[in-house]
């Protein structure tokens, strides 16, 4: 299975959820799902949906400041049909791009556990099964990085984590790595605007190469 809107797999993730949503009515509160083209050629990891972002509004790194950098990039390299994502109905496109989560489900304080993310990356594990085109995995930060290394079976510590580092898979995709594009983040500078575009121009021309 690609992904299940009824996961209730975790029960402290399922339980937490329940609780959200009986604070928060209009929020989407439940796993959510990836979102872009079907089949791409780049496929985005991140962690997991933020509390007021993908929680809220249903679609990966949408709706929170973790958003902005990713989409104003995604457009500015032709893999978005418009700089912002504001809601899951907005009429935004993914281009040859995919976004999804190691952690489909909002974890409390955004910190989801290893058993976690382990019995969610069967979900990432089916996605790359089943794409034809794909050719680039990013990972942004650690935790999405160790998810990608899992769904290969692959040892974390023969591909080691480091922003801009590039690392050749099984079957011949190549993961890149960078510093997830949080608040905490781009504000401290740990990634700047300049660092993450060079990624994604790298990403760029190796695709059109």
């Known amino acids: 299975m690609l992904f299940d809107l009824n996961c209730r797999r975790c029960s402290r993730l399922a ?12 929020y989407f509160a439940r796993p959510v799902p990836p979102f872009g083209d079907e089949n791409p050629q780049l496929l ?3 962690l ?3 509390m007021h972002g993908a929680n809220r509004t249903g ?3 949408t709706g929170d400041h973790a958003g902005i950098l990713l ?3 995604l457009y500015r390299y032709g893999f978005s049909s418009a700089p912002t994502s504001v809601d899951a109905n907005d009429g935004l496109r993914l281009i040859d791009c995919r976004i999804t989560n190691a952690v489909k489900c909002l974890p409390p304080e955004n910190k989801p556990e290893t058993e976690e993310i382990k019995l969610c990356n069967s979900y990432l594990s089916n996605e790359f099964k089943t794409f034809s085109k794909l050719k ?9 990085h160790a998810a990608v290394l899992k769904a ?5 510590k023969d591909y080691p984590f480091g922003h801009a580092k590039t690392h050749l898979l099984p079957g011949g995709l190549t993961l890149y790595d960078s510093y997830h594009c949080s608040r905490y983040n781009t504000q401290t500078r740990r990634l700047t ?3 993450f575009h060079a990624v994604f121009a790298d990403i760029r021309e190796k695709l059109a190469a």
């Open 136 to 144: 680039i995995v990013l990972a942004l930060g650690n935790v999405a």
């Open 71 to 73: 989409y104003d990039t």
């Open 59 to 61: 679609r990966p790194f």
């Open 44 to 46: 985005i990891v991140g």
């Open 48 to 50: 997991a949906p933020g």
């Open 193 to 195: 605007t300049e660092m």
């Open 15 to 26: 339980t937490f959820l329940d609780a959200v949503k009986v604070e928060n009515p209009t």
């Open 152 to 156: 290969f079976d692959v040892k974390v």
